[in-house]
T-cell receptor
Framework: EAGVAQSPRYKIIEKRQSVAFWCNPISGHATLYWYQQILGQGPKLLIQFQNNGVVDDSQLPKDRFSAERLKGVDSTLKIQPAKLEDSAVYLC????????????????FGSGTRLTVV | GQQLNQSPQSMFIQEGEDVSMNCTSSSIFNTWLWYKQEPGEGPVLLIALYKAGELTSNGRLTAQFGITRKDSFLNISASIPSDVGIYFCAGQLGGSQGNLIFGKGTKLSVKP
């Protein structure tokens, strides 16, 4: 099966500019996640969708970050305006159902978008 | 917030040696996962553990879900150069709808 697709792979922007990332999950996967991975750290959840509804966005900095999954398939994550501390890899992941279940296996991650804010 | 303490932070070993790394937490998890991440790629799932005390193998990899549900370890036997990468533990809290809490990773270097 095709994996989780993300674009772009790399993006360099100046602080205060805006940027958007795109994710296409594995076909049939109901749940989509956006994680932020700062250099030297493990990934941290930003937002989780079940179909086109938000399940958890408690760690999303809502003053500058937004995300949508309008038709329950593709998703877009936006940052506006960007700050220097937003430099990180943004990982998209998908799973068959909510979270990790013995019957559904684990998450599948995309390759990520590396954002550098200068 | 929740934290996972992963150790060691890095390891430099000779090809053929065995490797052991672990994660501990003050919180109880209902699922433990071990991922490997290579440069420029997303994490790839190695082993998933769903029950306390569970011991699971995947080739040369063996992982266990601690009895207390607050820890897990990963062993790699007879390491080879392609084992190089960063290994992350991740836990899913009971009642969670999918948020995985990740450790900071163990960077493994293998000398041929």
């Amino acid at each position: 099966e095709a994996g989780v697709a993300q674009s772009p792979r790399y993006k360099i922007i100046e602080k205060r500019q805006s940027v958007a990332f795109w994710c296409n999950p594995i076909s049939g996967h109901a749940t989509l996640y956006w994680y932020q991975q700062i250099l030297g750290q493990g990934p941290k959840l930003l937002i989780q969708f079940q179909n086109n509804g938000v399940v958890d966005d408690s760690q999303l900095p809502k003053d500058r970050f937004s995300a949508e999954r309008l038709k329950g398939v593709d998703s877009t994550l936006k940052i506006q305006p960007a700050k220097l501390e937003d430099s990180a890899v943004y990982l998209c992941a998908s799973s068959l159902d909510l979270g990790v279940r013995p019957t559904g296996g684990g998450y599948t991650f995309g390759s990520g978008t590396r954002l550098t804010v200068v | 917030g929740q934290q996972l303490n992963q150790s060691p932070q890095s390891m430099f070993i000779q090809e053929g040696e065995d490797v052991s790394m672990n994660c501990t937490s003050s919180s109880i998890f209902n699922t433990w996962l071990w991922y490997k991440q290579e440069p420029g790629e997303g994490p790839v799932l190695l082993i998933a553990l769903y029950k306390a005390g569970e011991l699971t193998s995947n080739g040369r990899l063996t992982a266990q879900f601690g009895i207390t549900r607050k820890d897990s370890f990963l062993n790699i036997s007879a390491s080879i150069p392609s084992d190089v990468g960063i290994y992350f533990c991740a836990g899913q809290l009971g009642g969670s709808q999918g948020n995985l809490i990740f450790g900071k990773g163990t960077k493994l270097s293998v000398k041929p």
